[in-house]
């Protein structure tokens, strides 16, 4: 029986040892490599044009996930598909890393920024 739990808990560990192993991006290093990405997506991720999604504090998996998809053509858009092409890993990881340390910016429906009266 001892062997059965030893025997399951090396197989969980084995298991986990690829999530451990993730890469974890850099926010710092993000900044510069997003910069491509502040022309439709804000400096700060916070996109006032509703064609291009805010990415201010997105999760950091789903963005290394989308870039991944338009890297690999299962995300269809030629512009983003030119711009993911070209990232590393390790580039997808440090601009998720970026853009997820942004602080949100809330908008109400008449577009105004939440709590100061000002307009888009």
Do not use: W
């Not at 996109?47 to 950091?60: F, G, I, M």
């Not at 997808?92 to 307009?119: C, M, T, W």
């Amino acid at each position: 029986m001892t062997v059965r739990v030893a025997l399951s808990l090396l197989l969980a560990t084995a298991l986990l040892l690829p999530v451990a192993a993730h890469a974890e991006g850099s926010a710092a290093a993000g900044q510069k490599k997003a910069a491509v990405c502040f022309a439709c997506h804000g400096a700060n991720g916070d996109s006032t044009d509703p064609q291009y999604p805010r990415l201010a504090s997105q999760y950091s998996g789903y963005i290394v996930q989308a870039l991944k998809e338009y890297k690999d053509g299962q995300r269809k858009n030629p512009i983003m598909q030119g711009f993911a092409s070209q990232l590393t890993e390790q580039d997808r990881e440090d601009i998720a890393a970026y853009f997820h340390a942004q602080p949100p910016v809330l908008y109400n429906l008449k577009g105004d920024i939440q709590g100061s009266g000002k307009g888009l």
